[in-house]
Nanobody, 129 residues
Framework: QLQLVESGGGLVQAGGSLTLSCAAS????????IGWVRQAPGKEREGLSC????????FYADSVKGRFTISRDKATNTVSLQMNNLTPEETAVYYC??????????????????????WGPGTQVTVSS
């Protein structure tokens, strides 16, 4: 049974950058598409990005396209999300989540987050103004 854990969250100033990392605390990410989702207080979950298990497809929400970059590192069995030019409105808990093999169409188009099979506990990102 795959279990995920996020790291890299913290406090950053507006306009700054942060890199989040998703690792498997049990199992391996090898056969899973991995995505990033955030949830701000009082708001719905928002899909941000997803990468297929073979690293073939990289998908982004319009709100982060050009600022966020998702990448897989097979050597370390991790998936990272590089986030640049952050704004205070992006303060949220950031989760990584797994979908078997590929980012499903709804996930790839950022229409759904419920289709992810496995979730990490989340990491807090706070962007100060």
């Amino acid at each position: 049974q795959l279990q995920l854990v996020e790291s890299g969250g913290g406090l950053v100033q507006a306009g700054g950058s942060l890199t989040l990392s998703c690792a498997a605390s049990r199992g391996t990410l090898e056969h899973y598409a991995i995505g990033w989702v955030r949830q701000a207080p009082g708001k719905e979950r928002e899909g941000l990005s997803c990468v297929d298990s073979d690293d073939g497809g990289h998908f982004y929400a319009d709100s982060v396209k050009g600022r966020f970059t998702i990448s897989r590192d097979k050597a370390t069995n991790t998936v990272s999300l590089q986030m640049n030019n952050l704004t205070p409105e992006e303060t949220a808990v950031y989760y990584c989540a797994a979908d078997y093999l590929v980012c499903s169409p709804n996930i790839a188009m950022m229409r759904e987050t419920d289709e992810y099979d496995v979730w990490g506990p989340g990491t807090q990102v706070t962007v100060s103004s």
